[in-house]
């Protein structure tokens, strides 16, 4: 079946700096997700990108879907505290109308003051 | 507007006990699916339904059962509780999934804020 590989699994970096994490996978996806799941709370969507190659920004989140449809990368720019967290790619896809989805791994973010 | 609604956030059992985890939504979403998270693995899908009456598995179904008997209820029962199933469980929810290529975030999955069980 469909799989992510999701990487870093853990980023430690120091407030201010940028971070770049990235899911690859062999399928095809139609639609790729990025997610963020603070501590003790579900994830919540970031970024959803829907056309290949496309290239999408939510204030210091960018996100890219990639042009063969097989991976996306998501690059957060000046890092604040609030950035702490679990960030999950998905991939999403559709099998006589039903609706599949498929979660990488996670990235750990941990910020140094 | 709640959103998605899980209870209770936290619970332990025993190995063998049975238990319901609740989920909830608001929205008049069609589409309703329960997940478990474990270190490592990111979200795997347990049950999912499409509708009212209509459910199917997902990635990881044993051990697990669920109904859909209304368009706002999920819940996921565990008849007889293992250590193995000791996870974060989260259920999400979304608008029907659509026919073709989306264009919108209408089929984007809402999560509740999880039910963490443990298994002695």
């Known amino acids: 079946g469909q799989q992510l590989n999701q990487s870093p699994q853990s980023m430690f970096i120091q407030e201010g700096e940028d971070v770049s994490m990235n899911c690859t996978s062999s399928?095809?996806?139609?639609?790729w997700l990025w997610y963020k799941q603070d501590p003790g709370e579900g994830p919540v969507l970031l970024i959803a990108?829907?056309?290949?190659?496309e290239l999408t920004s939510n204030g210091r989140l960018t996100a890219q879907f990639g042009i063969t449809r097989k991976d996306s990368f998501l690059n957060i720019s000046a890092s604040i505290p609030s950035d702490v967290g679990i960030y999950f790619c998905?991939?999403?896809?559709?099998?006589?109308?039903?609706?599949?989805?498929?979660f990488g791994q996670g990235t750990r973010l941990t910020i140094n003051p | 507007n709640a959103g998605v609604t899980q209870t209770p956030k936290f619970q332990v059992l025993k190995t063998g006990q049975s238990m319901t985890l609740q989920c909830a939504q608001d929205?008049?979403?069609?589409?309703m699916s329960w997940y478990r998270q474990d270190p490592g693995m990111g979200l795997r899908l347990i049950h999912y339904?499409?509708?009212?009456?209509?459910?199917d598995q997902g990635e990881v179904p044993n051990g697990y059962n669920v109904s859909r008997s209304t368009t706002e209820d999920f819940p996921l029962r565990l008849l007889s509780a293992a250590p193995s199933q000791t996870s974060v469980y989260f259920c999400?929810?979304?608008?029907?999934?659509?026919?073709?290529?989306?264009?919108?975030?209408?089929?984007?999955?809402?999560f509740g804020a999880g039910s963490r069980l443990t298994v002695l």
């Open positions: 998905a991939g999403q896809w559709w099998v006589q109308g039903a609706q599949k989805l498929v």
């Open positions: 339904s499409v509708g009212a009456g209509i459910t």
């Open positions: 929205m008049n979403h069609e589409y």
């Open positions: 999400a929810s979304s608008y029907e999934p659509g026919q073709g290529f989306p264009s919108s975030g209408a089929n984007v999955l809402t």
């Open positions: 990108l829907y056309k290949a190659g």
């Open positions: 399928s095809i996806f139609n639609t």
